[in-house]
């Protein structure tokens, strides 16, 4: 059964813009926290961005400034709003949702290429 379900990757050329959503099950919806994780080919998967169910949002240093993670309850939906893209942003970005003290569920994956 596929609880959190991602869309909104592509490919987009830098300084550009992409919105990436995330639509979950009710249940997965209503977890403590809900987030974004980027892995980049040979690298390892890294945290970017974290909104808790009361709405408080925490991010990466490398994105501060740039991307913004945000929350439709009536969609069960989370969002992230990402801008100026550089290069250095392409990466598999999944949805992840769990408890405050870790996340336990995790979407596929979908695809951000920016180029140069």
């Known amino acids: 059964q596929v609880q959190l379900v991602e869309s909104g990757g592509g490919l987009v050329q830098a300084g550009g813009s992409l919105r990436l959503s995330c639509t979950a099950s009710?249940?997965?919806?209503?977890?403590?926290?809900m987030g974004w994780y980027r892995q980049a080919p040979g690298k390892l998967r890294e945290w970017i961005a974290t909104i808790t169910r009361g709405g408080r949002t925490n991010y990466h240093d490398s994105v501060k400034g740039r991307f913004t993670i945000s929350r439709n309850n009536t969609k069960n939906t989370v969002y992230l709003q990402m801008n100026s893209l550089k290069p250095d942003d392409t990466a598999v970005y999944y949805c992840t949702a769990g408890t405050n003290v870790r996340f336990i569920n995790w979407g596929q994956g979908t695809q951000v290429t920016v180029s140069s």
């Open positions: 009710r249940s997965m919806f209503n977890s403590d926290r």
